[in-house]
C-alpha cells in the first residue's frame, strides 16, 4: 500500500518550485490556485525571500498549492494520504475531501487568521531532538511552553513565549539538542485560539465529500471517514498538538509498504526513516524524479 504524505510549514525554500513549473499542467494548476486566492503563487515560490515565504499568510498557501499539484502529476495509484500540520488540506485535496480550489481559499482563511494570531503576541517554535519525552515535557512545563508537534524519531517541536522559548534553547533539556524555528508564531497552541472561532464559522460554509481515498489525521493518527468530521477536526488541529508520531503508527499498522512526500519535500520522508522502517520512502522534491515516482506507485498499487 503507498501513501502519499504532504508536509506542513517550514519545508519551503527558496526557488523550490521554479523546476515544478516548467511543467505545464503543473504550472497551469498553481496559477488557478493563484487566481482563485489573488495570490501570486508561483513568484513566491521562484523568486520571493525566505523572510517572504516565512510570512505564514503565504507560507501555507504556497506549500499546500505545491503539494496538490505535484500530486496531481503522481496520477493514480495510491492507497491514501495524510498530511503533517497545514499539509491535511492539501492531503484532503488528495482524498477527494476538498477540490482544490476549496483547499486553497480553506488555507488561505486558516494562514491569514494564524498570522492575525501570532501577531498578537511575541512568540516562537524550537524543535527538541533527542532526549527522554517525559524528561523533556518537563521543562516545557517549567518553561511555561507547550509541546506543539510530537514528530516521532526522538523530536516535540515546542511552541510558546519567545523569552520562554529563547531560554529553552540557552538550556535544553537533558540529553537533547534544541533548534530553533525559523516561524512567525507558537502554531498548535493556546496562542492560536483566536484563529479558531474565525475558521470554525469559514468552514461552516465550505462544502465537503467524504473520501475518495483513505485519508488519517493529526489528531490522534485516526482514519477519517467523512468530510464534515475532516473539517471539524483541521478547525481544532489550529491550537491543538500535531501527532504525526501516532500518524506514522497508524500508517504502518494499516500496511502501508511505501511513502512519497510531494514537494517541497524532505522533511517527512526524515522522521519516516526511523519511525517506519521497512517502508520504501520518495521526497519528491524535483520533477527528475515523477518517473522514479511512479514507478514506485505502480510497484505498490
Known sequence: ??????????????????????????????????????VDLAKHGTASDADTIRDTAIAQPLIVAASIATALELGHGFAGTAGHSVGEVAAAAVAGILSPEQAIKLVKKRGDEMASAAAIEKTSMAAVLGGDEQTVLARLVELGLHPANFNGSGQIVAAGSADGIAALVAEGPAGSRVI????????????????????????????????TSRIWSNQRGQEVTSGQEFLELIVGQVANPVRWDLTMQSLVSAGTTALIEVAPAGTLTGLAKRSMPGVELLALKNPDQLDAAKELLKNHA
Open 1 to 38: 500500500m503507498l501513501i502519499v504524505a504532504c508536509p506542513g510549514q517550514g519545508s519551503q525554500t527558496p526557488g523550490f518550485l521554479s523546476p515544478w513549473l516548467e511543467i505545464p499542467s503543473f504550472a497551469t494548476r498553481i496559477a488557478e490556485m493563484s487566481e482563485a486566492i489573488s
Open 180 to 211: 530553533p524555528l525559523q516561524v512567525a508564531g507558537a502554531f498548535h497552541t493556546d496562542y492560536m485560539q483566536p484563529a479558531v472561532a474565525a475558521l470554525a464559522e469559514y468552514a461552516a460554509e465550505v462544502s465537503a465529500s467524504n473520501p
